[in-house]
């Protein structure tokens, strides 16, 4: 993957930078570099940690006394909240 836009630039050194990471940026990249001589390359593994967001549900809840009440609290993120 070589891209060049808003989102993601290569430098001219083969620095890649991603300008504003979002959770699809996560995955393996590859940096290769070749010559006459030969070639190298490395992987990276990027993470993308995203911090916990909480589902809007309900503000209010009434329950008959000696009923059960459920209050919902789904939470997502990466790494996944507990």
Do not use: W
Request: with cysteine; aromatic share 4%; charged share 15%.
């Amino acid at each position: 993957l070589v891209v060049d836009g808003a989102h993601i630039r290569v430098f001219s050194n083969g620095t890649l930078a991603i300008l504003s990471t979002q959770r699809s940026d996560a995955g393996l990249y590859t940096c290769t570099a070749k010559n006459l001589a030969g070639r190298a390359s490395h992987d990276m593994r990027l993470h993308v940690q995203v911090p916990p967001l909480i589902s809007p549900t309900q503000t209010e809840l009434s329950v008959i006394q000696g009923f059960q009440a459920l209050l919902p609290c789904a939470a997502q993120g990466s790494p996944e909240p507990r």
